[in-house]
């Protein structure tokens, strides 16, 4: 059974910055593309950052210039570089990627169990 693993969250100041990390337990044969969501109490979940296996990737506007999502294709893991972090920045943190289990297998779409990013002005 694959789990997405999330480490990285916790509470800072304004204008300090967190590192976020995922990858996956269990076996795997490869994964596609990789993202960040995250989601404000009584609100969407929404896309903060994206990143394909060839390293291309896509960021929501507010986190533009800040954020900085990268992979480790040899290690199955993707972080989350956040920088000059705001109070509207506070969320849970999803990590999400699309997943080959084995060879003969497609890709199926898993999700971490999230992380709390707390932002204090």
Same mark, same amino acid.
């Given at each position: 059974?694959?789990?997405? =693993? #999330?480490? @990285? @969250?916790?509470? =800072?100041?304004? /204008? #300090?910055?967190?590192?976020?990390?995922?990858?996956? *337990? /269990?076996?795997? !044969?490869?994964? +596609?593309?990789?993202?960040?969501?995250?989601?404000?109490?009584?609100?969407?979940? #929404?896309? =903060? &950052? $994206?990143?394909?296996? $060839? /390293? =291309?990737? +896509?960021?929501?506007?507010?986190?533009? /210039?800040? !954020?900085?999502? *990268?992979?480790? +294709?040899?290690?199955?893991?993707?972080?989350?570089?956040?920088?000059?972090?705001?109070? #509207?920045? %506070? $969320?849970?943190?999803?990590?999400?990627? &699309?997943?080959?289990?084995? $060879?003969? *297998?497609?890709?199926?779409?898993?999700? @971490?169990? @999230?992380?709390?990013? %707390?932002?204090? *002005?």
């Amino acid at each position: 059974q694959v789990q997405l =693993v #999330e480490s @990285g @969250g916790g509470l =800072v100041q304004a /204008g #300090e910055s967190l590192r976020l990390s995922c990858g996956p *337990s /269990g076996r795997i !044969f490869n994964i +596609n593309s990789m993202g960040w969501y995250r989601q404000i109490l009584g609100k969407q979940r #929404e896309l =903060v &950052a $994206a990143i394909t296996r $060839a /390293g =291309v990737t +896509n960021y929501a506007d507010s986190v533009k /210039g800040r !954020f900085t999502i *990268s992979r480790d +294709n040899a290690k199955n893991t993707v972080y989350l570089q956040m920088n000059s972090l705001k109070p #509207e920045d %506070t $969320a849970v943190y999803y990590c999400n990627a &699309a997943i080959r289990s084995a $060879a003969w *297998s497609g890709y199926t779409d898993y999700w @971490g169990q @999230g992380t709390q990013v %707390t932002v204090s *002005s």
